[in-house]
């Protein structure tokens, strides 16, 4: 291994070519344009027997390796959900490397046990989240909700599940949208529920669940025997970033006395902004939420900020105290390892404390503001444009749109969009992805990357409308 | 945020700061001296309104946070297993942090996908496991384990369960060894299998599970109308590093038709050595592995190494398939979202094609020999001190032991190498932790941190010593 003083060097090297990444990061095709097996077809089949130096390592990866990324940080990212890097950030990122720490236990690590219940206890605050939740940090969206899953298995069933395995006398059952995440069917396999307990609640014109429908699936699972167990309601969906009415949905949770899960993974940080709040009305009568930082607050992939109303049900469900994790504080502190499912952990707390300390609460105001009426400039202009249709809500800063030239049959216009799409994303500046709103290819447009500003845009609905020129040309 | 020229100035500050870090961290304390509260109780109750400056928050750093860490990377940490960084990881941390890639899809990340499966592969050769196996990097091993049970669980219901829940048909049951890692207890629980279905198989005088008991266990247990389902080996068990009889308990496995999960955390790092593969004869046998680089290769936490038999099986049991996660090369790339539970995923590899480069296979064998001579070493003068008592086979880089005047009661030595290791450990030189063999309070001492040579070992002889002679004086 290179010697202390050498990292030292090659460490300012990396800083170089980093802060030059940033600088040129829109020279870079936003979508990698390598096809499979392009990246491997270069690599050595073996590991190599001898040392081979940090140059000829940090060459590959300039030769190899970069061509093959896409560029999750260009402003040109307009794809899936961002997930935001910023400077501050990769900063802490550094040092946490640097720590090395795994911080299973308030032991192996009290700085990082204290600093993850504050940063807790300010994103809280700072998104108007109920006072009585308390958070933890987790890896994903899909781990929380998975965990909130079985937290409520664990609730109802008086954590004998845990204990004795399923009961046959107890068929529960899961609800959530039919536009809800793929977290959500995961979790119910692997928590043995079986997907086919899992209630897919029809939505309405704004993509959103229809309480109703919820509290029908409810009665008449009842009647035929089922044990409603947990609904998910879904603030920003990923197709489309419908919002479900959180409110009337509570209060059919209350009334059947079903565990509420709130699953805001992008939505969540928008409500910094008290114009925003409205989304979280009824949030105190959730068991549980999640949104994640790593979507949209500018800190690094993975954190996810878990709340839950009794910290104690969260516990139960998942502690696991063998002799050799006993210490003498076990009474006093938060051993983080308890509180979810994986026992060890990063130091994500520190991230979190340089970026919100360095942009401000204000300063990310700003920034989300100016992306969401950005969108909303955007979403007029679209709206002026007779070959073009806006096929859902326009919620914070994503656009759900397909060309629709008024000549082309219905069944061709997901072909010519899916071309439109491959266009401009082969062009290399921006980078977006589809999804399907009933049967129609849907190209999703998000602007919620870091540095995304209005130039890039403009930059985009350009690109749009080129490419769209070119491929209706061809029809 | 700042500029950015600005990061660039603050990251060089910071690559200053780390390798001072490094170079200085044998003055650090190795376990943190501060109580429940004294961190957090220095840190504002709300995040700030306003931007503050990086100067700010990194001078907080160093102030509040540096001396609430337990130093994972020091020489002296001896403690737990140890979660190794080394340079070359850093730097490739430094880079992974940059690019912010969320590698989900092979179409998210192509270099990243693809380097993962190289990688992989080059662990396969040089840790000698067999040929059929295929790899995908998991966070953490207690992660990798609840898949291989929730694969077992699939594969044996013919993937009914994801479907339709448990059958009380089927009453299914797990077997590992008493001294197995907590982590399988918990993976249990969340599967739903219920812990009561956890048989835990008595183990020999070397604390490896005896597989004639395992045998008697399933038999018996088949007699009973329960569905044996999966056995758990265990090679380098949390306590005291022993290693389950891998061929013996695979050729059961075999006769009765169970998943065979081998959890080889720490220990499996060791193979790389070829005087150490006879630990795992047997593994051709085995439908799952998961060893840890993060543990034993100089690989920053988090990063295990989860290899199947069958890779179909994996991928059924967790793939979803959404609208918006659906690209042009599914069918030609592999997208590791269905090889695990989140969906969400760091560009791991990356860290791991920079050490295993950078140290060659031969650097990593030449240091693994030494600390396992080091701690051998050690073992003979221990041996050789009247007042203390090996109490574990010793095994790879770690020593079981106790201090045992023979002038003292048996039920006041627990306390008296309590108080020991409390010394110990207050004196901030090393860290050590404790478990314990039939009721014995016992000291664990391992040796497999990246800097940790003799001289660390030689000083943590005369500690003990001092410490033991200071503490019997009281007695």
């Known amino acids: ?36 097996g392009d990246i491997i077809s270069h690599l050595p089949l073996s590991a190599p027997e001898e040392p081979e130096s940090i140059d000829a390592i940090f060459a590959d990866f300039k030769k190899l390796i970069l061509p093959g990324m896409a560029h999750w940080q260009s402003p040109g990212w307009m794809a899936y959900f961002p997930a935001n890097s910023s400077y501050p950030s990769v900063l802490a990122e550094m040092l946490t490397s640097t720590l090395g720490a795994q911080c299973m236990l308030w032991e192996t690590s009290p700085a990082a046990a204290e600093l993850e219940e504050r940063m807790m206890d300010w994103l809280k605050q700072a998104m108007g989240l109920p006072e009585h939740f308390t958070g933890v940090i987790q890896d994903t969206a899909s781990t929380a909700t998975l965990c909130a899953l079985i937290s409520a298995r664990e609730m109802r069933s008086c954590f004998t599940i845990n204990q004795h395995g399923f009961d046959p006398q107890n068929k529960y059952r899961i609800y959530c949208s039919a536009e809800a995440h793929s977290s959500v069917d995961k979790a119910v396999r692997i928590a043995g529920f079986g997907h086919n307990n899992l209630v897919k609640i029809p939505v309405d014109e704004t993509l959103a669940m229809i309480p109703g429908k919820l509290d029908d699936a409810v009665r ?10 947990a609904v998910i309601a879904t603030l920003g969906t990923t197709g489309t970033m419908a919002i479900d009415p959180l409110k009337t949905i509570a209060s059919i949770t209350q009334l059947h006395n079903l565990w509420l899960h709130v699953d805001a993974a992008f939505a969540g940080s928008a409500t910094i902004l008290p114009e925003w709040r409205r989304i979280i009305e009824g949030l105190e009568y959730a068991d549980s939420y999640v949104f994640n930082p790593h979507k949209w607050l500018f800190t690094n992939f993975d954190l996810s900020a878990y709340y839950v109303k009794e910290r104690d049900i969260l516990i139960r469900t998942f502690s696991i105290l063998p002799e050799y994790l006993k210490t003498k504080v076990d009474q006093q502190v938060k051993n983080y390892r308890d509180w979810g499912i994986p026992l060890g952990r990063r130091f994500r707390a520190l991230k979190l404390w340089f970026v919100l300390r360095n942009f401000g609460l204000e300063g990310i105001r700003e920034i989300f503001r100016q992306q969401i009426r950005n969108i909303r400039d955007l979403a007029e202009k679209m709206e002026s444009d007779p070959s073009l249709e806006i096929l859902a809500p326009v919620n914070l800063n994503m656009i759900c749109f397909r060309f629709n030239p008024g000549n082309i049959r219905e069944k061709d216009l997901n072909d010519l969009n899916d071309r439109i799409l491959r266009q401009v994303n082969a062009g290399g500046k921006i980078f977006l992805t589809h999804t399907k709103i009933n049967g129609k290819y849907t190209i999703r447009l998000i602007a919620g990357q870091t540095s995304t500003k209005k130039r890039h845009l403009d930059q985009a609905w350009e690109l749009l409308k080129q490419a769209a020129k070119s491929e209706m040309k061809h029809d």
Chains 1, 2 share one sequence.
């Open 220 to 229: 008449e699972d009842i009647y035929r025997g089922f044990t409603p167990l």
């Open 1 to 36: 291994m290179i010697s202390t003083e050498e990292f030292r060097e090659y460490a300012h090297q990396m800083v170089d070519w980093m802060a030059d990444y940033y600088k040129d990061i829109e020279s870079y095709p936003v979508k990698s344009r390598v096809h499979p």
